[in-house]
């Protein structure tokens, strides 16, 4: 069955530390990948995708993600976190001509100021 | 440009009411999805429709219907609401396979 996992389910970091958070699917033919962010009390939104080209995307707010065809990966990451980047952050994949999304169970990011 | 709007924000609900909750998008996107989000298990797909008159159901439909009569309109029909279904939901639209747009979200509480 097609799946997403992400490896961490919470991390903590202080400011201006890196960030990278995992991300694999399980699928072998073409697949379009999305990061989303959902910050506190708000809905979700589009933080960069991955359909083709380039395998290093660059995203909203810093955020960059790099897909690795033979790791079946998508991490994400950011060079130094803000104590505002702290939110949910969830990997999902269209796989094939699937009509359905399919999501990570998302990894909660807390900034320490 | 409201995007996808959702109501109502929050309800409570006693178990065996039912309720319908509403969601409008004004992207004329033919993809519309029900999700209902739980701590720590991320999204979960109740219903999806590729267009008008044409509804599917995801991974979690029991206790739940949907139609659509028009592009714009996905409402989510619950019959008799059970604790189980406290939840917050979320609706969402895209373009084919391309970016889903989320509208705010319904907390629902069910006692």
């Known amino acids: 069955a097609q799946s997403v996992s992400q490896h961490n389910h919470h991390v903590i970091l202080s400011e201006a530390a890196s960030l990278e958070l995992g991300c694999n699917y399980s699928y072998g033919g073409t697949v379009n990948l999305f990061w989303y962010v959902q910050y506190p009390g708000q809905h979700l939104q589009l933080l960069l995708k991955?359909?083709?080209?380039d395998p290093l995307v660059k995203g909203i707010k810093g955020f960059e993600a790099e897909f690795i065809k033979s790791k079946f990966s998508f991490n994400l990451r950011k060079p130094s976190v803000q104590w505002s980047d702290t939110a949910e952050y969830f990997c999902a994949a269209h796989a094939g001509n699937n009509r359905k999304l399919i999501w990570g169970l998302g990894t909660s990011l807390g900034v320490n100021p | 440009n409201a995007g996808v709007t959702q109501t109502p924000k929050f309800r409570i609900l006693k178990i065996g009411q039912s309720m319908t909750l509403q969601c409008t998008q004004d992207?004329?996107?033919?993809?519309m999805y029900w999700y209902r989000q739980d701590p720590g298990m991320g999204l979960k797909l109740i219903y999806y429709?590729?267009?008008?008159?044409?509804?599917d159901k995801g991974e979690v439909p029991n206790g739940y219907n949907v139609s659509r009569s028009t592009t714009e309109d996905f409402p989510l029909r619950l019959e008799l609401a059970a604790p189980s279904q406290t939840s917050v939901y979320f609706c969402?639209?895209?373009?084919?396979?391309?970016?889903?747009?989320f509208g705010p979200g319904t907390r629902l509480l069910v006692l």
């Open positions: 429709s590729v267009g008008a008159g044409i509804t």
């Open positions: 969402a639209s895209s373009r084919s396979q391309e970016t889903q747009y």
């Open positions: 991955y359909f083709s080209g």
């Open positions: 992207m004329n996107h033919n993809y």
